[in-house]
């Protein structure tokens, strides 16, 4: 009879167990209520290349300016401004006349040395033939070695100054160091060129550079960059970099890189934009929700949404999503999901 009872009163307990999770079960569809619609679509098609863009200036390799190294007044002037000129064209001619006259000079000197030097070396070798007969004193004989070693010096002498006075009729000729376009001309005819006197102003008509500066957080980026471009007024320019300088800006909070062109360069001073492309495809921000403290997508998983954190993401700012390019991402209804939620996809053309 006990053990009788005993079974009733465990069956009627397992009873109330199952019709307790009955009602709570019901209660809860009552609640939830039907499922939410929601539009998903796969990571894939979601996903896009991210752009960036700096301003930027073409500078010029070189832009000197080319002064007069000797005085002497101007008497040609075959360069004006904006001509292209060739690597070692003439700019300017200036009268050269004493300068000619002082070569011609020291020419005459350098080969006065050289005879001194010639009979010293002649009166030598007679001194020491005497002295093999006795017929000479060794004092004589050392005067005629210190001749010789004094004739030498004074021929170094006037070799010196006949490569100096060729130096300077050299810069007579005021010549175009590179290939460049001359951008400004200060001299005239007549006028009295002196030393350190500018005459041109020059601009290297090759090997120009882009110059950008960047924000810190722009250098990663463009350092990875899969293309990089210049555009300016229309034309689009291919970009190789070169260089980002090892300094930064400590008001600005920026760095320079250098950049050169892979084909042909646009003009030293065009103004413009360098864009480039990331390695990487990245989800625009508008698809991101926060949940519990982080942003992420909600995944569409049969009939369930699916919270997914995305590490690293920023609010407004594109993120990278490390999900397989398939996983159904849920683009209209995120906002009012919850992870776990049961919902029912719909398609674009359906209404919400």
Request: aromatic share 4%; hydrophobic share 45%.
């Amino acid at each position: 009879m006990r053990h009788s009872s005993r079974l009733l009163r465990s069956g009627a307990a397992v009873q109330r167990t199952l019709l307790g999770l009955l009602v709570a079960l019901s209660t809860q569809q009552l609640y939830a209520g039907p499922p939410a619609n929601v539009r998903a679509v796969p990571l894939s098609e979601l996903l896009t290349i991210p752009q960036f863009s700096a301003p930027a200036t073409v500078v010029a390799r070189n832009q000197p300016q080319i002064a007069a190294e000797i005085q002497a007044r101007v008497v040609e002037l075959p360069a004006e401004v904006g001509d292209r000129v060739g690597a070692g064209e003439v700019l300017a001619r200036l009268d050269c006349r004493r300068y000619e006259s002082a070569l011609a000079r020291a020419r005459a000197e350098l080969a006065r040395a050289r005879a001194q030097r010639q009979f010293a070396d002649e009166q030598l070798r007679r001194a020491r033939n005497l002295t093999k007969k006795q017929s000479i004193s060794e004092e004589l004989l050392d005067q005629r070695r210190t001749d010789l070693a004094a004739a030498d010096a004074d021929s170094a002498v006037q070799d010196a100054a006949v490569a100096r006075a060729a130096i300077d009729v050299e810069d007579c000729v005021i010549r175009a160091p590179f290939a460049a376009v001359v951008t400004a001309r200060a001299a005239s005819i007549g006028s009295l060129a002196t030393p350190g006197n500018v005459l041109f102003t020059l601009l290297q008509t090759d090997g120009q550079e882009v110059s950008v500066t960047l924000r810190h957080d722009q250098v990663t980026s463009l350092l990875d960059a899969g293309a990089l471009n210049f555009d300016s007024n229309g034309t689009t320019y291919p970009l190789q970099l070169r260089t980002v300088l090892p300094a930064a800006d400590p008001v600005a909070r920026t760095r320079e890189a250098r950049l050169r062109f892979a084909a042909e360069p646009a003009l030293a001073g065009s103004a413009g934009r360098v864009v480039w492309e990331g390695r990487e495809r990245e989800l625009p921000p508008d698809y991101l929700v926060r949940r519990q403290g982080e942003l992420g997508v909600f995944l569409l998983e049969a009939d369930t949404a699916r919270f997914v954190p995305v590490a690293g993401a920023e609010n407004g700012r594109p993120a990278t999503v490390r999900l397989p390019t398939d996983s159904l991402v849920v683009t209209d209804g995120r906002q009012r999901l919850a992870d776990g939620d049961p919902v029912r996809r719909i398609a674009a053309a359906e209404g919400p």
